[in-house]
Antibody, heavy 122, light 107 residues
Framework: QVHLQESGPGLVKPSETLSLTCDVSGSSISSNYYWGWIRQPPGEGLEWIGT???????YYNPSLKSRVSISVDTSKKHFSLRLTSVTATDTAVYFC???????????????WGQGTLVTVSS | SFELTQPPSVSVSPGQTARITCSGDALPNQFTSWYQQKPGQAPVLVIY???ERPSGILERFSGSTSGTTATFAISGVQAEDEADYYCQSADTSGSVVFGGGTRLTVL
């Protein structure tokens, strides 16, 4: 059974960099899947952050593109998120996820991690 | 990028059919998926490619699309269906967009 698990600091100071890792078990990270990050501020809706294909090709939310970097490490079976210059508005539950689809337009999120709360505060 | 608009809330009595809409100018050219999220849990995919149900999803859940509006329906609503529902689509630039979410209340 495929499982995704987020890990990383639960508290980040303003202006610093948020870094999270998602460990993939039960599936090859080099399969024809996309691997993505989605966040959800407390009491609010879902926001897609970005996606990486196993080849390293990335797609980012235009509103976050200048601060986001997503990478994949196939040897370690994980993918990572970096979000720079964080502020209180970046406080959210961060989900890692697997996206599946025959092409980028047909992508759907068929598997989610449990999510991890990251709070931005001094 | 593009936008998807959902009503903030929908209320329905048990046994009735709940319908949640998702509107967006880009939808005629893109597929819509739907997710169910219960409090404290990760979302679950319930409909993809406008009307397809993933394995294990109840037949009471269905999806359809017409022009710029996608609709998610639950027939014979039960108390356990109370949750937040999100529509989602992806465009040719690779961007993924979620609707703002609809809270379904079972009266």
């Amino acid at each position: 059974q495929v499982h995704l698990q987020e890990s990383g600091p639960g508290l980040v100071k303003p202006s610093e960099t948020l870094s999270l890792t998602c460990d993939v078990s039960g599936s090859s990270i080099s399969s024809n899947y996309y691997w993505g990050w989605i966040r959800q501020p407390p009491g609010e809706g879902l926001e897609w952050i970005g996606t990486v294909y196993h080849s390293g090709t990335t797609y980012y939310n235009p509103s976050l593109k200048s601060r986001v970097s997503i990478s994949v490490d196939t040897s370690k079976k994980h993918f990572s998120l970096r979000l720079t210059s964080v502020t209180a508005t970046d406080t959210a539950v961060y989900f890692c996820a697997r996206e599946t689809g025959t092409n980028i337009v047909t992508r759907v999120i068929d598997l989610w991690g449990q999510g991890t709360l990251v709070t931005v505060s001094s | 990028s593009f936008e998807l608009t959902q009503p903030p809330s929908v209320s329905v009595s048990p046994g009735q059919t709940a319908r949640i809409t998702c509107s967006g100018d880009a939808l005629p050219n893109q597929f819509t998926s739907w997710y169910q999220q219960k409090p404290g849990q990760a979302p679950v995919l319930v409909i993809y490619k406008d009307s397809e149900r993933p394995s294990g999803i109840l037949e009471r859940f269905s999806g359809s699309t017409s022009g710029t509006t996608a609709t998610f329906a639950i027939s014979g609503v039960q108390a356990e269906d109370e949750a937040d529902y999100y529509c989602q689509s992806a465009d040719t630039s690779g961007s993924v967009v979620f609707g703002g979410g609809t809270r379904l209340t079972v009266l």
